[in-house]
């Protein structure tokens, strides 16, 4: 809600575990400390 805009990708867990990800749904980001528009989302909320 701040405006930033992120580019983020799946972390490992959550592509072994095949967790389908869809526009709108409410994640977790880790963001990149080198770069702050980069990612990996960790965690779908149910």
């Known amino acids: 809600t ?4 992120v580019l983020a ?12 990800i869809l526009p709108e749904d409410r994640v977790i980001v880790e963001l990149s400390p080198y770069d702050l528009t980069r ?8």
């Open 2 to 5: 701040n405006g930033h805009r």
């Open 9 to 20: 990708h799946i972390s490992g867990k959550m592509r072994q575990h095949y967790i389908r």
């Open 39 to 46: 990612g990996r989302i960790v965690y779908r909320y149910k």
